[in-house]
């Protein structure tokens, strides 16, 4: 049996928590999505658990959809830029030459100018709506997994176990699947934490912006935006969606940690 | 003896590894050593990897590197005990009474640093000497050492000087302060052959001229023969003899020891050449993608089917590059590879699976030559079901015979490659080669990673396995020891070039060619005044000219 | 040519090139949707006409690439074109906010790059006791949470309950040095915040790595005291990644700006591009883009400078 440090049970619960009520959203949630059930950002209280926001909506039920859109944004957005990302890396990698080059170029290039910036510029003439946002995201994104993915493909790929497949006479298929993607694959994952992250803190920030989720749908950062208002006069109604957020990221961020610092080097075998 | 120069006595170290998953084990490394040192005299540390030798030599200075800890025992210096003493007499020590010479010099130095900065910075630092005066000191060191331009080389940065001339300036750096105890770790192991000779007549006459006691330490016995006056040899912590070096070479008393000394006395008896080679690389000239000069200048050996012909050669003489060429990883820009009567296509791709299946190769690291994801059944199992198509049982019986075959037997089945020991290792990559069933195995440097009595074993193994399979081994060494024990032919190359080729009898007879003389006489022989013959015969050969 | 002098100029020769990469990606970034700009900009209900005179103003009719030179044209004589929104010449409408925004992003660097590099020292001297586990899980906690979650908590805990510090950034030319760096206390504390964690680990694990070296094992051996060892063996070689370390983060910097502006309602470029994007006014957004993607490709060059510089073996050639 493994062993689990707590910091990792607790990354682990709070992980399986917030996906467990993202999915099963509309059957937990106490009231609509869009209904006015109350008063302007009614403090806590046993009907309004969180309290009501700036328009008289029930904050939980809204936390509970919003965490629903916010997780499925940036899952689909890490399932995009990691497929993408990690096949054209070890591709490169393998096959090296002109591919190589041009492809990591490019991606240097797409790296030079800041995440934020660069999807703001896509952002300012594109329709903002879901499948744009996972596109733009997981897109830009994927440069990031690629250049991790070749790097560590590169490392395992001058090893002489890779080079003995070679002169046996495999292909790039088995080099890629059989040789190299099984060394790669801890590092592999421990990013695919570290990029959902990265997914979700982005497309919240994108919706604090306002150029993310579009009312009257909301995500955790758009419902910041909603009530951020309020933090001036009091009112922390702002700071509920924020920390949902961060708890979420800190999770995920404890289990990459802990997948990461299991595995074990490439010489210390099974990991 | 109260004044000895150095007293061990009953040192126990231990240290705190960090298994990858797991809680921090703490581990001996040396369990009760003891042992004495005279002003003066050398006592050579000598054992294979994991015996705890470079351990106990950094204890002389109370070190312990990276976790390790000394955990208990005495160890005495000048006549007081440094494990509890204090800093600032601590710093005296490791400034001026003892000092260090790592392997790795280059490592050793401060990138940023000028050399003579570097060499004088113990002395000036602890007041022993005016700057000026240390700076002449270590000027008269370089020329003692016979580094060139003694006046000037400590000008210059740590990587504008050889691999070889660095060793001996960090050999200066120990000596400048004018120490009582030198600990030399291995100080001529990352070296070629040839440099280390050099080397090694400059620390023996350095210890010699100004009187430093000295702990050597190394794995190479025939090495700590020729600079120390006692021996001791350790093996996983533990003393196993120490004597006289006379006594420990001519007269050992323990089992092990006697091992060691007869390590390298294996001899193989060379057969005459066929006339029907089964490789032949012919006029091969090579470089390497996006260089400008030849790695290879117009190469020509022969191998004969069931022998093995040595390619021997430092580093940077073409010989790895010569495997390259024949496996079809490197296409060289002229010349061919013959197999068997065919030409092989100059590409790997343009190679039939027959011809790839034919000739097989085994690496220097074990430890990287197998994916560390794989138990080794999928290793050895892979050829057979790659080149034979065999599945299920079949291939289950021949993996199992294979095992048998490399003597670690069906149990090793299951394993992953991270369970084995490098001489386990070792044979599994010999087993995945013997899969194909191939005419040639290519060796690069199959022994060179490994603790001599390993590579001992794994030799014998080759040669009995070349018997009943009757392949051919292309045996790529630098260590010529390994080429009497097993070749038939040897090709001697330098500087990508064949200088010298032929039946090993021939090529090992003379008169030889300047390049193979130097690479003959520097190969350190296990007996007692070696070196003082070649300082000698070097000499008398330099007046003569 | 020295050999270091040769390696800069290709450095700087590749930062101009990849500037103008990066030019014409963000030009091409305006250019990939469906309909076009003017489209976005009137929206889906304009009359045809409506569109083609819109278009006939931008240029629109003009080849992409022909478009593309004439723009970079003017942008490299600092001529940014007009915003759509409000017909006003971009550069002189950024020039003031472009101030503002190196105001603030030049405070939060005073304040945070000398902490970073102070912590990150303290991790190394406690590294595996409690200073250095601290600031590693202080590290974790902060790279995982949103910078306008900072800036919330502060402005809510500081600026309402406590009232130490005005809880909007608003900044007027006519305010006195003082009244202006009173008014960005808490955007400087929210970007030291964002940018302190990263850069600590990143001195850390560079400090670190020259620690470990071999070199310094043969001083300590030599008798030297730490501070020594430190002084004279550990700094030399530890300053070419501490300032690699540095700019990096910087450039993060610069982006971190635009969302703290958002928050504090701080009149700088972060908020101006923002603003502009939610009006789909290109030429500003285009101009901001380009503006921080020059100050971003810029530190990173400096960033790469400096490493050959400090390199003894491309100083001092064999």
């Known amino acids: 049996m493994m062993r689990i440090p707590p910091a990792a049970m607790i990354g682990l619960f709070f992980t399986g928590l917030y996906f467990f009520v993202a999915i099963f959203a509309p059957w937990i949630a106490p009231y609509s999505m869009t209904e006015a059930v109350g ?37 689909a957005a890490t399932i995009l830029s990691f497929t993408l990302g990690s096949i054209l890396g070890l591709t490169a990698a393998v096959i090296g030459g002109w591919v190589d080059q041009a492809m990591s170029r490019f991606v240097d290039l797409i790296m030079s100018i800041p995440t934020l910036i660069f999807a703001l510029v896509v952002l300012s003439v594109m329709p903002v709506t879901l499948p744009i946002l996972i596109l733009v995201m997981g897109l830009l994104d994927s440069t990031r997994v690629y250049r991790l993915a070749r790097a560590v493909a590169v490392d395992i790929n001058v090893m002489d176990f890779v080079e003995a497949a070679k002169l046996r006479g495999e292909g790039n298929r088995w080099v890629i699947f059989r040789e190299i993607l099984p060394n790669a694959l801890s590092p ?27 009312p009257p749908n909301a995500d955790w950062g758009g419902i910041v935006k909603e009530n951020k208002d309020g933090i001036v006069y009091g009112i922390p109604a702002a700071l509920v969606p924020a920390i949902a957020i961060a708890t979420l990221s800190i999770s995920v961020n404890l289990v990459a940690d802990w997948v990461l610092n299991r595995t074990t080097s490439l010489k210390g075998g099974r990991g | 003896m109260t004044d000895a120069l150095l007293k061990v006595k009953n040192l126990k170290i231990g240290a705190r590894i960090y298994p990858p998953g797991e809680k921090p084990k703490d581990i001996d490394i040396v369990h009760g050593v003891s042992f004495e040192l005279e002003k003066g005299k050398v006592l050579g540390l000598i054992g294979e990897s994991g015996a705890g030798k470079s351990t106990i030599g950094l204890a002389a200075m109370a070190y312990g590197r990276g976790g390790v800890e000394l955990t208990g025992g005495e160890v005495w210096v000048n006549g007081r005990e440094i494990l509890h003493t204090s800093r600032a007499d601590l710093r005296h020590l490791r400034g001026l009474e003892v000092t260090y010479v790592s392997q790795s010099a280059a490592a050793s130095f401060n990138p940023a640093k000028k050399i003579m900065e570097q060499v004088i910075e113990a002395s000036v630092h602890a007041g022993k000497f005016s700057k000026k005066d240390a700076e002449a000191r270590a000027r008269d060191l370089f020329d003692k050492l016979g580094l060139p331009d003694p006046d000037n080389i400590g000008d210059r940065y740590p990587h504008q000087v050889s691999g070889g001339q660095l060793q001996r300036c960090m050999t200066a750096l120990a000596l400048c302060p004018e120490p009582d105890l030198v600990v030399f770790d291995e100080p001529t192991t990352a070296l070629d052959v040839t440099t280390q000779i050099d080397v090694l007549m400059a620390i023996k006459a350095a210890i010699r001229d100004t009187g430093v006691g000295a702990l050597y330490i190394t794995h190479d016995l025939a090495v700590v023969a020729q600079v120390s006056d006692e021996i001791m040899v350790l093996r996983m912590g533990d003393m196993v003899e120490h004597g006289t070096t006379d006594q420990i070479i001519n007269n050992p008393r323990e089992d092990y020891t006697r091992d060691l000394v007869s390590v390298r006395s294996k001899q193989h008896e060379g057969q005459a050449p066929t006339d029907n080679p089964i490789l032949r690389v012919e006029n091969v000239t090579a470089r390497y993608k996006g260089t400008n000069f030849d790695v290879l200048h117009d190469v020509v050996m022969e191998l004969h089917p069931g022998q093995t012909l040595a390619v021997v050669g430092e580093s940077g003489s073409g010989k790895s590059t010569t495997a390259r060429v024949i496996t079809g990883l490197l296409p060289p820009r002229d010349g061919k590879i013959t197999f068997d009567g065919r030409e092989l296509s100059a590409d790997l791709n343009g190679r039939t699976r027959e011809d790839l299946r034919e000739l097989q190769m085994i690496y220097q690291m074990a430890d990287v030559a197998m994916n560390p994801r794989q138990t080794v059944g999928t290793i050895i199992g892979r050829p057979l079901e790659f080149y034979f198509g065999m599945k299920g049982a079949e291939k289950r019986n021949r993996i199992i015979e294979l095992l048998d075959e490399i003597e670690l037997g069906e149990g090793f089945i299951d394993r992953y490659p991270a369970e084995l020991s490098g001489g386990q290792k070792q044979r599994v990559c010999i087993a995945r080669a013997l899969a194909a069933k191939p005419k040639v195995i290519i060796c690069d440097e199959v022994t060179s990673a490994l603790d001599p009595l390993v590579a001992d074993d794994i030799l014998k193994l080759l040669e009995n396995l070349q018997k009943i399979e009757d392949v051919a081994y292309l045996f790529i060494t630098h260590d010529l020891a390994t080429v009497s024990a097993i070749a038939d032919s040897i090709a001697v190359m330098y500087q990508g070039k064949v200088v010298r080729y032929g039946p090993k009898a021939e090529v090992l007879s003379p008169p030889f060619d300047d390049y193979t003389d130097l690479l003959l006489s520097s190969v350190p022989e296990m007996r007692l005044g070696w070196l003082e013959e070649v300082i000698a015969n070097r000499k008398m050969e330099s007046a003569g000219n | 040519m020295h050999p270091v002098l040769k390696l800069i100029a290709q450095r700087l020769a590749l930062g101009i090139l990849l500037l103008l990469a990066a030019s014409l990606l963000i030009f091409a970034g305006t250019q990939i949707l469906p309909g076009d700009v003017a489209q976005s900009i009137l929206g889906q209900s304009a009359t045809p006409e409506a569109l083609a005179n819109l278009r006939a103003e931008l240029g629109l009719n003009e080849p992409a690439m022909s478009r593309y030179f004439s723009w970079l044209a003017g942008a490299v004589q ?241």
């Open chain 1, 188 to 214: 592999l994952v421990a990013e695919m934490g570290l990029r959902f992250i990265f997914a979700v803190l982005f497309v919240s920030t994108l919706s604090f912006l306002g150029l993310g989720v579009q």
């Open chain 1, 39 to 75: 008063d302007v950002w009614e403090p806590a209280s046993a009907k309004h658990w969180l309290g009501t926001d700036n328009i008289g909506r029930d904050l939980l039920t809204r936390m509970i959809y919003g965490g629903r859109t916010t997780i499925f944004i940036a899952t």
């Open chain 3, 78 to 318: 600092g001529d940014l074109g007009t915003a759509l929104t409000n017909g006003q010449e971009i550069s002189k409408s950024l020039g003031g906010r472009l101030k503002n925004t190196l105001f603030l992003a030049f405070w939060a660097a005073v304040v945070a790059v000398p902490l970073a590099i102070f912590l990150g020292l303290l991790a190394v001297r406690y590294r595996e006791r409690w200073p250095d586990k601290l600031i590693s899980a202080v590290t974790l906690a902060s790279i995982s949470v949103p910078e306008f979650l900072i800036g919330y908590v502060l402005m809510y805990v500081i600026g309402v309950k406590l009232g130490w510090a005005p809880t909007v950034a608003t900044v007027y030319d006519s305010m006195s040095f003082l009244e202006k760096l009173n008014a960005i206390t808490l955007p400087v504390a929210v970007l030291t915040m964002v940018v302190l964690a990263h850069m600590m680990r990143m001195t850390r694990a560079a400090i670190l790595n020259v620690m470990q070296s071999a070199y310094i094992e043969t001083a300590e051996l030599k008798g030297l005291s730490s501070f020594q060892v430190i002084a004279r063996h550990a700094f030399p070689n530890a300053i070419a990644p501490v300032v690699n370390v540095v700019m990096l983060n910087l450039a993060y910097l610069v982006v971190g700006v635009v969302v703290v502006e958002v928050v504090f309602v701080y009149p700088g470029m972060g908020q101006y591009l923002v603003d502009h994007v939610s009006k789909r006014d290109v030429p500003v957004v285009q101009a901001c883009g380009l503006i921080f993607a020059a100050v971003y490709i810029g530190l990173n060059m400096v960033a790469d400078i400096v490493s050959i510089l400090a390199n003894p073996r491309l100083r001092h050639p064999k």
